[in-house]
Structures are given as structure tokens and as C-alpha cells.
């Protein structure tokens, strides 16, 4: 596992994350390149976070078990953290991906534990910060 690097907080910067099941892009695009083809998506189609067909495949639903408890990860966030809660992260998604920004003081401590979550459910998750790829067990 890397560190984070976390950049100290002003203004509006955050900390991005993208997280995405391998079957959201081809083999050779597990990367950087592949983070911005997701970006581009996003721009360019009607992006939900929600699966459309009532039974979901298998990718989607390893996709909704890492949104599901992420949610839950800034649910338990100190109750100081309340009022800054809804705003902690924002998602950008379709059912086969996420792309995450987070507020610097959030991701310091949450980013650890949500790129442990995003491999568990044998996802990818890109750090753009660091170009820093990390693998599910199933891919390495």
C-alpha cells in the first residue's frame, strides 16, 4: 500500500479518487489514461451512480458495495465534522465507476480506507495526485 499525499488545503482544492471496476476499460488502460477517458465519459454522457436493470451484473454490484460503504465511512465521521459531511465527497459515476473528490482534511483520513475498500470488492483505484495505481488481488 502507498502513503497518501495529501495537499494542504486552499480554497477549493480537494483530492481526487478514481475507483472503477476492470471492466470499466480495457486492459491497457488501467492508468492515468484510462482515469481520463473516464473523465471524459462523465462530460460526455448522462452519468448515474445507480445500476438501470433490476438485476445488476456482478461488476455493478461490487460497484454499489464500495459506494455503500464508503457512504458509511462518512457517516462515522466525528460529529464535528457534521455540518462539512454532505460536502466531504463528491461523486461523479456510473455503475461500473466512481470518480471521487474529497475535501483535503476528509481524505487524510479517509482515502487510506477507502482505497482498502475499493480492493477488497476487486476494484481498481487510481490516485491522480501521485499517479499511483493500485490493483485488486484479481489483477496482480
Not at 471521487?100 to 481524505?107: D, I, N
Request: charged share 25%; aromatic share 8%.
Amino acid at each position: 500500500m502507498w502513503e497518501f499525499s495529501v495537499p494542504p488545503h486552499k480554497g477549493d482544492e480537494h483530492f481526487d479518487l478514481g475507483i472503477w471496476h476492470p471492466s470499466a476499460l480495457p486492459a491497457d488502460k488501467q492508468n492515468k489514461e484510462g482515469y481520463h477517458v473516464l473523465e471524459q465519459r462523465v462530460k460526455e454522457e448522462d452519468c448515474t451512480c445507480e445500476a438501470e436493470d433490476s438485476d445488476p451484473t456482478e461488476a455493478e454490484q461490487a460497484v454499489q458495495a464500495f459506494s455503500d460503504e464508503v457512504f458509511a465511512l462518512v457517516e462515522a465521521l466525528p460529529d464535528e465534522e457534521v455540518c462539512s459531511r454532505s460536502w466531504s465527497i463528491v461523486l461523479r459515476c456510473n455503475p461500473l465507476f466512481h470518480l471521487m473528490s474529497l475535501w483535503p482534511t476528509v481524505a487524510i483520513e479517509l482515502a487510506p480506507a477507502i482505497a482498502e475498500s475499493a480492493k477488497r470488492h476487486g476494484l481498481v483505484c487510481y490516485d491522480p495526485q501521485n499517479d499511483v495505481v493500485t490493483f485488486p488481488q484479481s489483477l496482480t
